[in-house]
């Protein structure tokens, strides 16, 4: 949940996870401080994928690279993982964003 207070000179902090930002690009910077994030979100903005095809889309990336991509993006809640029949994992996004 997103709180904002104003502080004592109205600069406006936004508090997200226990961390305080002062504008939204700060939040978007400390999310996407990687290219491979990037990727990851914009694959799964097209729609939900399996990890073996985000594996084959995201060329040059290890599979050790992908995963602590994946459970870092999972912890900060943007997507989501569903574990199907023991087998099939598959990544959601959380929420589909708007892009300009």
């Not at 900060?76 to 300009?100: A, V």
Request: one cysteine or more.
């Amino acid at each position: 949940m997103v709180d904002i207070k104003f502080a004592i000179n109205y600069i406006p902090w936004i508090f997200l996870n226990d961390k305080e930002y002062i504008c939204s690009i700060s939040i978007t910077i400390d999310i996407f401080n990687d290219s491979w994030k990037l990727a990851i979100i914009w694959l799964l903005f097209e729609s939900d994928k399996r990890y073996k095809e985000l594996n084959i889309a995201i060329p040059n990336i290890s599979q050790k690279t992908l995963t602590s991509k994946l459970k870092e993006l999972e912890t900060k809640g943007l997507i989501s993982r569903e574990d199907f029949h023991y087998m099939t994992i598959i990544y959601k996004l959380l929420f589909k964003f708007f892009l300009i």
